[in-house]
Nanobody, 125 residues
Framework: VVLVESGGGVAQAGDSLRLSCVGTGDIFSSRVMGWFRQAPGKEREFVAAITWSNGNTYYSDSAKGRFTISGENDRKTIHLQMNNLKSEDTGVYLC???????????????????WGQGTQVNVSS
């Protein structure tokens, strides 16, 4: 499985960006896809996830109310709509996918088997 992210760029605080991730290869074996981000000098952190079987979505506290994760019917493409961006949203946004969706939580690394290279988001205040 190869995951390719797109849609990153430079934005000002309050702006919106929409990230996309497309999976190729055996992506149809994935049961969950999600977004993480890594800011300079910080650890990677969970942003949002979606499970394909029931469409359930999961968000970090910082993403709730501002970001929306969605998946397309092809089950290989997800998006992250980011509204009201803040400077602290700056970082590399990575797409992830996992084979199983039996986890109670999706905010750690364990549920994910594949990772993309990331797309850079820079938000200036």
């Amino acid at each position: 499985v190869v995951l390719v992210e797109s849609g990153g760029g430079v934005a000002q605080a309050g702006d919106s960006l929409r990230l996309s991730c497309v999976g190729t290869g055996d992506i149809f074996s994935s049961r969950v896809m999600g977004w993480f981000r890594q800011a300079p000098g910080k650890e990677r952190e969970f942003v949002a996830a979606i499970t394909w079987s029931n469409g359930n979505t999961y968000y970090s506290d910082s993403a709730k109310g501002r970001f929306t994760i969605s998946g397309e019917n092809d089950r290989k493409t997800i998006h992250l709509q980011m509204n009201n961006l803040k400077s602290e949203d700056t970082g590399v946004y990575l797409c992830a996918a996992g084979r199983y969706a039996y986890y109670r939580r999706y905010d750690g690394d364990e549920p994910y088997d594949w990772w993309g290279q990331g797309t850079q988001v820079n938000v200036s205040s």
